[in-house]
């Protein structure tokens, strides 16, 4: 019988197995993005580990929620994207919603609904098989970088690196978005966003490689570790082996007496 942490593995490989572009996650994205393929089929390869979401890193423009039923820039009630992509090509992102533009105003009301640039960089959740397992990919996506790693209470490790963007560009005036930054602007935070895409993609493949190496450490190790049953049976064996030497020893004492006896007679 299969114990929990094996269920639960099973259950999500069965999830996101056969074609990856349509397979289930638990990020709001909702299926696997394509970046993260390799790494998610690398941690998975682990018999202690299964990742439970991901994101590769994106650039998302979005609007805050209502503010007197959510906390400050969350989406709670009503908040929405008006632009996601996974990807560094994110030139004339603002070409793919309406908005008018204002660099004159700026409300302040404390329930006004900004809306957002922003960068969010690779994050996986990764539930391990026990603490152990945990710390040992915690400790290696620490010397990766990934300083905002963390481990909670059912050993699931949160992989996560501060490079980060958040900045307002506008606000939410009735039902239309209003930026207050000009052009320039808008390329020199697209730009910001590109250079970190790049930055975060270097990170995710240092991650990669150190979980290879993770993996194979893991590997030699359980191939070295003796097992009760085969303690058991090397102790038998190595009873067996001096208890034959010992025989053998005395046959060949007893056999060097007689013919030192043939030789006197």
């Known amino acids: 019988m299969l114990d929990p942490f094996e ?15 349509s397979s289930k996650d638990l990020s709001p994205k909702g299926t696997i993005d394509e970046k993260c393929i390799p790494i998610i089929d690398l941690i998975n390869s682990n018999k202690d580990m299964v990742t439970t979401s991901s994101c590769s890193g994106r650039v998302s423009v979005f609007i805050e929620g209502i503010k007197d039923h959510t906390k400050i820039g969350s989406k709670g009630n009503e908040g929405r994207w008006l632009y996601v992509n996974h990807s560094p090509d994110v030139h004339n992102w603002n070409a793919n919603f309406e908005y008018e533009q204002d660099l004159d105003t700026f409300p302040d009301s404390p329930l006004t609904r900004f809306i957002l640039y922003k960068f969010e960089p690779l994050i996986l959740h990764v539930k391990c098989r026990d603490l152990a397992s945990a710390q040992a990919l915690y400790k290696t996506a620490m010397n990766c970088g990934f300083r905002e790693s963390g481990i909670n209470n ?45 930055e975060n993609f270097k990170k995710l493949d240092q991650l990669y490689q150190a979980i290879e190496i993770l ?7 359980e191939e070295q570790k003796e097992t009760k049953d085969q303690r058991r049976q090397r102790k038998i064996e190595e009873g067996m082996a001096r208890r034959d030497g010992v025989r053998l020893a005395k046959e060949q004492k007893k056999l060097e007496k007689l013919a030192l006896q043939n030789q006197k007679s």
């Open 7 to 21: 269920q639960k593995k099973r259950q999500i490989l069965q999830d996101i197995s056969g074609d990856k572009d």
């Open 215 to 221: 993996n194979n450490t893991v590997e030699v190790a």
């Open 154 to 198: 059912n050993n699931v490790v949160a992989i996560r690196i501060s490079i980060k963007l958040d900045v307002p560009i506008g606000y939410l005036r009735e039902e239309t978005p209003v930026l207050t930054v000009n052009e320039n602007y808008l390329k020199f935070i697209t730009k910001l966003s590109v250079d970190r895409f790049i």
